[in-house]
């Protein structure tokens, strides 16, 4: 088992970047959930943003409390 941190302790921001990613991929895939609830478009992410759109590509009325509930969660 000490064999497997010693990765963590010569390389911490290794360890820490895998920690981040792993957190963002969690984040984002929650993210997903939420937005296929909603019936929002998710248009992309990049790095630690996640860019998504109400009313598009098809036209709704409720587009703004569409994005509101999405925001609130």
């Given at each position: 088992?000490?064999?497997?941190?010693?990765?963590?302790?010569?390389?911490?921001?290794?360890?820490l970047a895998a920690h981040v990613?792993?957190?963002?991929?969690?984040?984002?895939?929650?993210?997903?959930?939420?937005?296929?609830?909603a019936g929002v478009e998710k248009?992309?992410?990049?790095?630690?943003?996640?860019?998504?759109?109400?009313?598009?590509?098809?036209?709704?009325?409720?587009?703004a409390a569409a994005a509101i509930?999405?925001?609130?969660?």
């Amino acid at each position: 088992m000490a064999l497997s941190r010693e990765p963590d302790r010569l390389y911490p921001q290794t360890s820490l970047a895998a920690h981040v990613v792993g957190f963002l991929d969690e984040l984002f895939s929650r993210f997903d959930v939420l937005v296929a609830e909603a019936g929002v478009e998710k248009i992309k992410t990049i790095g630690d943003a996640y860019m998504a759109v109400a009313g598009a590509p098809e036209p709704r009325p409720d587009h703004a409390a569409a994005a509101i509930r999405l925001a609130r969660g």
